[in-house]
């Protein structure tokens, strides 16, 4: 069975008179421990579904089977406790706490879970240990976002959403960062989702999706996804 499947998930809204439809029926599936790219340009509904697959926002209709379990259908405090234990999420402005050193804001998100991996090891993981004691303020954008996926990772999640990791970051700091977050992935058998807009990104998925006007529009299946390296944007 697949870890993800989504069947025919819509997302309406509704501001006034204006309704958009930022996802159309939406159809796919994601083998575990996989590492996914959403690729399409903006607008194209990609943050919208990964808000639905984080369990921060719910579709208008159609199913999203996590582990079997239809999110869907989840109750607000279901929600809280899915995205508490079962999703790391990594976005392209870090989000760090501003007043916590690195290993306080890993030690943070390690906090709230039950099956945390150790703080020191998760810092080590994406080479992070000799600045540990530092605030993000002191810390380039690469190593913020290292920290951020070192939070992410460290609440041990079956489901690592990542929303343009790299879209902040300068050429060689991004491949740096996508390369973190693919090691820590392997080493964690992490789900992994990458949403992007950037096609030559996207090739390092396992499967990569291609969502264009609200609907997909392409899945290609790479059995040889491009190593990070090999990637030139
Ligand atoms: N809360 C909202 N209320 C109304 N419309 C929304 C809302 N959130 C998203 N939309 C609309 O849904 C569509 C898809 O937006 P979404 O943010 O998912 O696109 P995206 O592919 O992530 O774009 P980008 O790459 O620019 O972030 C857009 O037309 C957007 O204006």
């Known amino acids: 069975m697949a870890y993800i499947e989504v069947i025919k998930e819509t997302r309406e809204f509704q501001n006034g008179n204006q309704r958009t439809v930022a996802n159309r029926d939406l159809s796919f599936e994601v083998a575990q421990g996989s590492v996914v790219t959403i690729l ?5 509904g990609k943050s919208t579904l990964l808000n639905i697959l984080g369990g921060m926002d719910t579709p208008t209709s159609g199913q999203v089977l996590i582990d079997g379990e239809d ?7 279901q929600l809280t406790t899915y995205r508490r234990q079962a999703v790391g999420f990594v976005f ?6 501003p007043n916590l050193t690195a290993r306080e804001n890993v030690e943070l998100a390690s906090q709230i879970t ?7 090891e998760t810092l080590k993981l994406v080479g ?5 004691g530092n605030f993000p303020a002191q810390l380039s954008g690469g190593e913020q976002q290292r920290v951020a996926i070192a939070r992410a990772v460290a609440k041990n ?6 929303d343009e ?3 902040a970051l300068d050429y060689r700091t991004g491949k740096q960062v996508l ?3 693919q090691a820590a992935a392997r080493e964690t058998q992490t789900t992994v989702i990458i949403v992007t807009h950037n096609s030559a990104i996207a090739k390092l998925g396992d499967q990569v999706i291609r969502i264009n006007d609200a609907q997909v529009q392409s899945i290609v299946h790479n059995d040889h996804p491009t190593p990070i390296e090999e990637i030139e944007w």
């Open 40 to 44: 399409g340009p903006s607008g194209a």
């Open 71 to 77: 999110i869907a259908q989840f109750s607000a405090k």
């Open 92 to 97: 392209q402005f870090y989000n760090l706490v």
């Open 114 to 120: 039950k099956d945390a991996r150790d703080v020191d």
């Open 128 to 132: 992070l240990t000799a600045r540990a």
């Open 157 to 162: 999640p079956k489901l690592l959403l990542c």
């Open 165 to 167: 990791p790299t879209g």
């Open 179 to 181: 390369q973190v977050i």
